[in-house]
């Protein structure tokens, strides 16, 4: 079975989303376990958006977001455990590691999920590392009274890109956990306009 699927609801076929690009193996299984042990012991916090504490923990390093007053805010720097991550995932992007200033490590306790959403028009790459145990990544986006669907199984140490048409016009979400899942997203900042 291929990585990407259709979803059944949507009798439509549709291509994979222009801008997105993926690849199975970003990191070895000893790689995976050693960054795990380390990430396990980060200062995660529920998830807060807007009042709500969703069923997810995570940590941001170099910039977080706060959905209470809109913006971007410092944080501390990407931590060095970080760091050879970040450069395979800039390398699969095609782009310096510098320019992912912000790294966002969410914790996905079994029965976790992530509702439909665009990341924030402040940030444009997005790249996401599946840690631990395989997720599905659903795509939707509205097309005339009619919504598109896709769906791409991530599989444990692989890396997914957002870019362009797939990072504007589509949103995503994470289907409900049914193991302990991490994962890593590294995004680059907007071009000011």
């Known amino acids: 079975m291929s990585a990407l699927q259709l979803d059944l609801l949507e009798p439509a076929p549709v291509a994979l989303p222009q801008g ?3 690849r199975p193996e970003l990191i070895s299984p000893a790689d ?5 042990e380390e990430i396990a012991a980060l200062p995660f916090r529920p998830f807060e958006f807007h009042g709500y504490l969703g069923n997810r923990r995570t940590v941001s390093f170099g910039f977080r977001y706060d959905f209470g007053d809109q913006a971007m805010h410092e944080a501390e ?7 050879p991550l970040r450069e395979r995932a800039a390398d699969f ?8 200033p912000h790294a966002l490590v969410t ?3 079994p029965g976790a999920r992530i509702g439909w959403h ?6 444009s790459d997005v790249i996401g590392a599946s840690l631990l145990a395989p997720c599905r990544f659903r795509l939707r986006r509205q ?3 009619k919504w598109q669907r896709a769906a791409l199984d991530l599989a444990p140490r692989s890396v997914y890109l957002l870019r362009g048409p797939v990072r504007h016009d589509w949103q995503h979400s994470i289907a409900p956990m049914q193991e ?9 900042l907007a071009e000011p306009r």
């Open 107 to 109: 914790e996905y306790a």
């Open 32 to 36: 995976e376990a050693a960054l795990v």
């Open 93 to 100: 992007a095609g782009i310096a590691a510098a320019a992912l």
């Open 143 to 145: 097309h005339g009274d």
């Open 180 to 188: 302990l899942r991490y994962s890593v997203t590294f995004r680059r």
């Open 20 to 22: 997105l690009r993926y």
């Open 118 to 123: 665009r990341d924030r028009p402040v940030f």
């Open 77 to 83: 720097p990407i931590p060095d455990l970080l760091l």
